[in-house]
């Protein structure tokens, strides 16, 4: 078991049907690197802090001792960085085939549970386990980040290590816990809040569902309409066209850069995105699945993103974010096999958003944002861009909304509340740093009269151990250019100080990205 990495571990083993396997536990993981992990997210390139941090640990010792020879500089700090080894697989294929259970649900024979968050970037690979895994499967899925439950950023937690040693003692010691006598997924159902960047507390309920797909949920359409409505009425047919600004999209990424984070007011991006609402709500609409945008589209240029958004509009006009993704018109027929889009041709995307929950209070609006920019979470296409939506007629453009009825047939699990881990002596979190463990966007700058924006991303942390203190710093500034978004860059370090009795050892790492235009 294990979270993150830990956790795709646990998949890949099962995969690999180890005979001393009998059940696994994944906390915040995925069975897909290619589109779900921090590489290439939804197919677009993406750099975060994860790049220099994950490099540097991998070029350090091992504590206590930190012995440093010649097996150490052989084995770890002369080899090549693993950033390399990932940005060189631009496109989907073997290299991602070979650790992805994606097409491999067949291999997984051994009972798998799966613990995700709704701000989590990697909660699509539970309703896809529920769904193609033949053995047993049990998911759960609450409105923390990429945490452990007991340690939830937002509240509310729940006691996620009761939960799995009901399900190993069940798997591994024959004990009748109960637990497979509950239904199969547990989902913490979000009500509405403000947007963030900041999210203390998560309002919502706990509900049991029998697991995925759910045959009850109603597809609602909703088309985007001449007057920037969204509506179930068909409308008459038209063109809505829209420049690209490529230093746009930072609040849809929010603070960390990745999709479900809690994210800032969405009105500094929507400004600059072709935006549909509905009229204000008759009633309380709940939302639980993957909102699917059905865009008819073209581009004046050879390369483009498209990026969905779907948020809740309160009344007085703050705009919190429930959905989004984005995709890479380049891999409208494959991922694995991209080509390039013909300007002016006319292309029909079905932009499946991530998976989400959502009720939107009565009085409330609901939007569909489009654009073609989420920097610096995505790194922008080359050239200036404008970008056409079809609107109305026979190929119109459109939102598919899975809508929950009302009623709560299978009714709430009662987890544990969450308790304290056991203190250690010896160890103390000094500098807990950011909520969420990696740089977040503290600061943006732009000049008007170049088109040059600046995003600066920045977190310290420090700890106390038995054998010594460690202490880290990272700094990372994203830079790009309106007017030549081909001229985009990523510039950070990071730095290690471990302080020893007698010692004193400093890792740095320097990491620069450029992108620059082909003749």
């Known amino acids: ?60 010792p091992g504590a206590p001792d930190y012995v440093i020879d010649e097996a150490y500089f052989a084995n770890r700090f002369d080899t090549e960085p693993w950033m390399l080894t990932y940005k060189k697989q631009q496109r ?29 970037g990697y909660r699509d690979s539970l309703p896809r386990m529920l769904e193609h895994v033949e053995a047993p499967v049990k998911a759960l899925i609450g409105p923390w980040s990429h945490a452990w439950p007991n340690e939830p950023y937002p ?20 004990i009748d816990t109960g637990i497979l006598d509950e239904p ?11 947007p963030g960047p900041y999210l203390e507390h998560a309002p919502g309920r706990w509900r049991w569902e029998a697991g995925w797909p759910l045959g009850w949920i109603e597809q609602r359409e909703l088309f985007a309409g001449p007057d920037h409505g969204l509506s179930q009425q068909r409308p008459a047919e038209t063109v809505h066209s829209r420049r690209n600004v490529p230093s746009t999209g930072v609040e849809g990424g929010g603070p960390v850069m990745w999709w479900g984070d809690v994210a800032p007011d969405q009105r500094p991006t929507d400004a600059f995105s072709l935006v549909y609402d509905t009229p204000p709500l008759a009633e309380d609409t709940e939302i639980l699945g993957f909102p699917l945008a059905r865009l008819r589209v073209s581009a004046n240029a050879p390369r483009a993103n498209w990026i969905a958004r779907l948020s809740d509009v309160a009344p007085d006009g ?57 920097w610096p979470m995505l790194w922008p296409t080359p050239d200036p861009l404008t970008t056409s939506l079809q609107i109305g007629g026979e190929q119109a453009s459109t939102l598919l909304l899975p809508v929950v009825p009302p ?72 830079r790009t250019w309106d007017k030549e978004p081909w001229n985009t860059s990523m510039k950070g370090s990071h730095e290690i100080e471990v302080t020893l009795p007698g010692r004193l050892l400093l890792w740095q790492a320097n990491f620069l990205v450029l992108s620059g235009k082909l003749e």
């Open 318 to 374: 703050t705009v919190t974010q429930v959905a989004g993704a984005a995709f890479n018109g380049t891999h409208r027929e494959s991922a694995r096999e991209p080509r390039d889009l013909v300007p002016g041709e006319w292309i029909g995307l079905d932009l499946e958003m991530h998976f989400t929950s959502w009720v939107f209070p009565r009085g409330h609006r609901i939007r569909l944002a489009v654009n073609n920019a989420q």
């Open 155 to 174: 509240n509310p937690g729940m006691e996620w290590r009761r939960e799995a040693v009901r399900w190993f003692d069940h798997w591994l010691k024959g």
């Open 407 to 478: 009623g709560e047939p299978l009714g709430a699990p009662a987890f544990a509340e969450p308790r304290p881990d056991p203190e250690l002596p010896g160890y103390e979190d000094i500098d807990l740093g950011n909520s969420s463990g990696y740089g977040e966007i503290a600061a943006v700058t732009r000049n008007p009269a170049t088109g040059e924006a600046t995003a600066v991303a920045t977190n310290t942390g420090a700890t106390q151990y038995p054998w010594g203190r460690e202490e880290y710093r990272e700094r990372i500034e994203h």
């Open 1 to 60: 078991f294990g979270i993150s990495w830990g956790g795709f571990n646990a998949i890949q083993m099962a995969v690999r049907q180890p005979p001393a396997l009998k059940a696994i536990i994944a906390v915040d993981a995925t069975e897909d690197l290619y589109q779900d992990d921090v590489h290439y997210m939804d197919g677009i390139m993406h750099l975060d802090s994860w790049e220099m941090s994950q490099d540097l640990d991998n070029a350090r």
């Open 92 to 120: 989907d294929g073997p290299f991602w085939d070979r650790a992805s259970a994606r097409d491999k649900y067949d291999r997984i024979r051994i009972p798998s549970f799966h613990i995700g968050g709704w701000y989590d």
């Open 184 to 194: 199969r997924f547990a989902v913490y159902v979000r009500d509405w809040h403000p």
